[in-house]
């Protein structure tokens, strides 16, 4: 399979893929996205993805170049045009050989240079298909390290997290942080100390046999994993919390894990300095896998 990209509709190579430096996606990030991965190479929780981004535009007063039939019409035609064979990597999970990763991206166009959104003239709509790369295997069976970062979230005031926007120079700073530590993700603080997410993930803690997340009132990304991972841990009659963690609640914990599309459920086996319970993935945080693998077998 190559990479394949859909510029407003026309299906290019990606040295042909190319936007204008005027576009306001590139000077301000003013632009909303989502990332979508297949399974069997269909795409996963894809009502939950174009659900967001409808959000994430509404947040920032967006208006889509497309709506969400024609956001599905114009994957499945990305997909269907970026079949084929594809070396294998041995080091992959199996879960992840001969999949798609997906990238939709709606900026708010080009025009005259000025903060002004009044400025944009041509929304642009942006489909990306290239192979997916998740997680080697061994990251799953040994867990990956984790650091929480100097960097701060955003105050909430300023950004909506709930917004999936092209704004990121907060999380480029703190995985760059996160990666100088020998770190794999960044998790984040907000101002009063309280954790919120990854990155590009969302965060669980496992205490005393108790699932434990930030709840959406932290400012955090609602994740389409997180969401699955939440009704799956309810659904094998897990004590599952929404609840506010500081850094010890971490620290402390028996368990971690961070959850995102290309990543499913990825053990954190340790903690900046610190071994995370046993030092290995685990039990909760294979169970819950499991089950996600299932519910995403197609
Ligand atoms: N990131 N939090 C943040 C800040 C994210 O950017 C993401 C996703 C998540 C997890 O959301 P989901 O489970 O819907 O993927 C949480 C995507 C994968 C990315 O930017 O690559």
Redesign the pocket.
Known sequence: MRTLVNLDGSLVAPSEAKVSVFDRGFLYGDSVYE?IRTYGGRPFELRA?LD?LAHSAGRIALTPRWDADRARAEIDRTLAAARGAEAPDPEAAPWNRGERYIRVVMTRGAGEIGLDPALAVDPLAIVIVQPLSGPPARAYAEGVPAAIVGVRRASTKAVD?SA?TGAHLT?VLAVREARAAGAYEALLLDDAGFVT??????VFAVSAGRVLTPPLAAG??E????AVVLRLARAAGLPVEEVALRPLDLETADELFI????REILPVTRLGDSRVGSGRPGPVTLRLHAAFREAATV
């Open positions: 990332v993805h967001r997290p999936k999380h997410e990854g990155s590009s993930s969302n955090i990304l994740g389409v994993t997180r959850t995102s599309t290309v």
